[in-house]
């Protein structure tokens, strides 16, 4: 199973034969297909059987995917427990994707759903919420700690802007409450993933930039990781969301004297006139972590700094 936050996660929808093949060619550690919103009502039946034909035909995820995904209708839907009851028993779906969770019961139901519906009596899929309503944001305490199959939250501004009477503007500042109170919660309850919401842009030079804009704005704001709508939006949102090289290369620097420092007996060292302590280790080995997951040479540096030494 996945054991990294997500960074970049694309969407296909599971009616377009096309969309599901060239998928299986993308370099990203999310893709997402999609039963919800992309289907129609009346090609929701269609869609789940292409989904699963597809995914039958999988004997393991391709190794430039990090995490097969699946989002399914809603708990409140006809459609909801097809869906599971078609996804309990393919073991190359790593994670389903809740939309509409309102509330601790949505994510119970599904997990036991899953369950009941597996040969085996039990499933490890894990579980991404999407944050789509004001009640949601109100109970996402709530939310957190309705499973520990529950491995992150998605923040989708759309559905949250038609809850709310909201104009999405460019700043997106109308959102600023709800994306805050997602991260924050998210690491409150230690989620490894808080994915920010899509980017409608993604055409010439105007949709690159906004997109660019969007990266930096939410992963300043905490989130680790952004949705994506479109094929050309995966390489910028993993290239924004993984470290940066002076970032990396100060991060395993703090990872190479800390074991030094430790083995030393010691607590707390300074590093360049800095004070390192074990919160900012902490920050540093996930930094590291993070490059790692986002294809970064970790191992040159790590031989580049092997002799450094704490003060």
Known sequence: MPSNPTTASPRVPATSPRMLTKSLGLTVDNVTYDLEDSVAPDLKTEARGALKAHLSALTQRPHTIGEVAVRINSISSRHAFDDLLMLSNLPVVDTIVVPKVEGRKDLKTVVHALNNNNEDGRTNHQILALIESARAVMDLSEICSATRRLSGLIFAAEDFALDLSLTRSPSLSEFLYARSAIVTAARANRLQSTIDLV??????EPG???LE?????GKALGFN???????SQVEMVQRLFAPSEDELEWAVRIVITNEKAEGAGKGA????????????VGKSR???AKARQCGMNVDDLL?????QEPS
């Open 199 to 204: 980017c409608t842009q993604y055409k010439d």
């Open 208 to 210: 690159l930039a906004r």
């Open 213 to 217: 804009e969007e990266c930096r704005g």
């Open 225 to 231: 990781g952004k949705q994506c709508i479109h094929p």
């Open 269 to 280: 060292y300074t590093l360049d006139g800095a004070m390192i302590d074990a919160p900012v």
């Open 286 to 288: 996930a930094i590291v």
């Open 303 to 307: 031989t580049k700094w092997k002799d």
